[in-house]
């Protein structure tokens, strides 16, 4: 029987093992461990490690992986911290934006403000209301000017007249009665009449208005004469010579004209002259002394700025209106 098998040829193909032979369990694990197979743990199911794994180069990917998110991270604070500088700067911007338009703003609107009408009677105005009327003129006539420029120009309010004593009458529009009792009582003080050196200063806004002035104080005149400083009626060198050879106690006339009559020390001021502005008249465009944009810049350059200007309050010329 044995030297039967032993006799029969080998088989090729297939498996080695003679039919009717089992597998033994323990020796297909043992070609497996040989062959490098993965071994799985019934338990966890995870992949085994075994002896011989070169895991370096796990490791040298990991920090180079580490230093990476280092880079990242410090390139990212970097970026954050030149977002944060560049929002700063843009706030700031902003705010210094919103500064100068406001600064604008509120620089235009006091250009277009408008002297409004007196609630009272001028000659009964207070010198802080008079004053109130004055300073917005005079932001009209130099709308870039600084506030130190404006208060310079601006009288003082000691130099301003206290109201009137006499009580505010009912005259109608266009009277003359508060005028002429304001001058009359101003006639009635101080030292004797003098060559050159007009009492009161009447200051109109044209040269029609200046003709009604005199008409209407010509009665009031007191011991002097009345002289009439503005353009169509005498000319500047019959006026010069006017004022140098009569005592007036009434002077009526445009800013242009007396501001240059001054200017020239035609017109002698001392702490007993009194100007008076007419800013209660209106012409047809409801426009006064004060708001007739060239008889307004008159005023305030021609009689008020310069040497005129120096010479009025150097004086100690006072301030009033009508």
């Known amino acids: 029987m044995a030297q039967e098998t032993l006799s029969k040829a080998p088989k090729t193909g297939g498996d080695d093992l003679d039919d009717g032979l089992e597998l033994d369990p323990e020796l297909l694990a ?68 919103a500064d100068k338009k406001r600064r604008k703003k509120e620089k235009e609107k006091a250009r277009k403000a408008k002297p409004t009408a007196p609630s009272t009677t001028p000659t009964h105005l207070t010198p802080s209301d008079l004053s109130s009327l004055l300073l917005a ?9 600084t506030p130190m420029e404006i208060s310079d120009l601006l009288p003082s309010e000691s130099s301003l007249l206290p109201p ?32 050159a050196a007009p009492r009161v200063i009447v200051l109109a806004l044209s040269g029609l208005r200046c003709a009604d002035v005199v008409r209407g104080v010509r009665d009031v005149k007191g011991n002097g004469q009345v002289a009439k400083l503005f353009a ?37 001021v001392n702490k007993d002259t009194v100007f008076l502005l007419d800013i209660g008249h209106r012409d047809s465009k409801t426009r006064t002394l004060l708001t007739l944009p060239e008889i307004r810049d008159e005023l305030w350059k021609s009689v008020f700025s310069g040497t005129a200007r120096e010479r009025l309050l150097s004086g100690g010329a006072r301030i009033g209106a009508f």
Do not use: C, W
């Open 232 to 268: 169509k009626h005498m000319k500047y060198p019959e006026q010069v010579k006017f004022l140098a050879n009569n005592k007036v106690s009434i002077a009526v006339g445009t800013p242009a004209r007396v501001g240059r009559l001054l200017s020239e020390d035609a017109i002698t």
């Open 137 to 145: 003129s005079i932001r009209e006539s130099f709308p870039s000017a």
């Open 164 to 195: 009137a004593d006499f009580p505010a009458g009912d005259e109608p529009e266009g009277s003359f009665a508060p005028v002429q009792r304001r001058i009359e009582a101003i006639l009635q003080t101080g030292p004797k009449l003098k060559v």
């Open 30 to 97: 043992s070609e497996a461990e040989d062959d490098g197979e993965v071994d799985v743990d019934e338990d966890d199911g995870e992949e085994g490690v075994y002896e011989g794994d070169d895991l370096s180069g796990d490791e040298d990917g990991e920090r180079e992986q580490a230093k990476a998110a280092g880079v990242g991270t410090k390139r990212k604070a970097e970026a954050d911290d030149e977002r944060e500088l560049e929002d700063t700067e843009h706030v700031d911007e902003e705010a210094r934006m």
